[in-house]
Antibody, heavy 121, light 106 residues
Framework: EVQLVESGGGLIQPGGSLRLSCAAS????????MSWVRQAPGKGLEWVSV???????YYADSVKGRFTISRDNSKNTLYLQMNSLRAEDTAVYYC???????????????WGQGTLVTVSS | DIQMTQSPSSLSASVGDRVTITCRAS??????LNWYQQKPGKAPKLLIY???SLQSGVPSRFSGSGSGTDFTLTISSLQPEDFATYYC????????FGPGTKVDIK
């Protein structure tokens, strides 16, 4: 059974740093595309970052240069390092596995339960 | 960047109603379009991928159609468990979600 469990959220002051973790089971993180998606309180979904199975990484413009996605293959865990945090980064952060149709179309097929990050002084 | 819009932003409907939600992309995305359902306090759930393919385990009352820039999600007969917010999402160029459509009880 595929499971994703996020951790590492909490209250952090503006300008601070936080690292989120997403422990996976039931599949191999390094063999899949993996993403972080966030949702500000009462708002819609926003894609944040992706790491491809080959290791390439991409980011939304809103976090580029501040956030870094990575994975630890030995721990089968995905990470999101968040630096220079701003109030507008306050959100529930979900990790998501990406399924595909013959490697041409990708979708978010499994999601974690989310971890809340609150940026406030 | 590809922008996604959805209409309506919210709708009220009754059990048994046929519900249609529209999603539009700012440029052609072929069939690179997915739909999700999200209930309060829960993670989103994949309903439809590649515009019209039903995800395993999703009831057949859900269907998707469209290609290019215009897409629709249809619920043929609304059930009590379908009251939720629905999001479209493109994967033609990286990933973008639509703003969502909230379906609530009339």
């Amino acid at each position: 059974e595929v499971q994703l469990v996020e951790s590492g959220g909490g209250l952090i002051q503006p300008g601070g740093s936080l690292r989120l973790s997403c422990a996976a089971s039931g599949f191999t993180v390094s063999s899949n595309y993996m993403s972080w998606v966030r949702q500000a309180p009462g708002k819609g979904l926003e894609w944040v970052s992706v790491i491809y199975s080959g290791g390439s990484t991409y980011y939304a413009d809103s976090v580029k240069g501040r956030f870094t996605i990575s994975r630890d293959n030995s721990k089968n865990t995905l990470y999101l390092q968040m630096n220079s945090l701003r109030a507008e980064d306050t959100a529930v952060y979900y990790c998501a596995r990406m399924g595909d149709v013959l490697e041409w179309l990708y979708y978010f097929d499994y999601w974690g339960q989310g971890t809340l990050v609150t940026v406030s002084s | 960047d590809i922008q996604m819009t959805q209409s309506p932003s919210s709708l009220s409907a009754s059990v048994g109603d046929r519900v249609t939600i529209t999603c539009r992309a700012s440029q052609s995305i072929s069939s690179y379009l997915n739909w999700y359902q999200q209930k309060p306090g829960k993670a989103p759930k994949l309903l439809i991928y590649a515009a019209s393919s039903l995800q395993s385990g999703v009831p057949s009352r859900f269907s998707g159609s469209g290609s290019g820039t215009d897409f629709t999600l249809t619920i043929s007969s609304l059930q009590p468990e379908d009251f939720a917010t629905y999001y479209c999402q493109q994967s033609y160029t990286l990933f973008t979600f639509g703003p969502g459509t909230k379906v609530d009880i009339k």
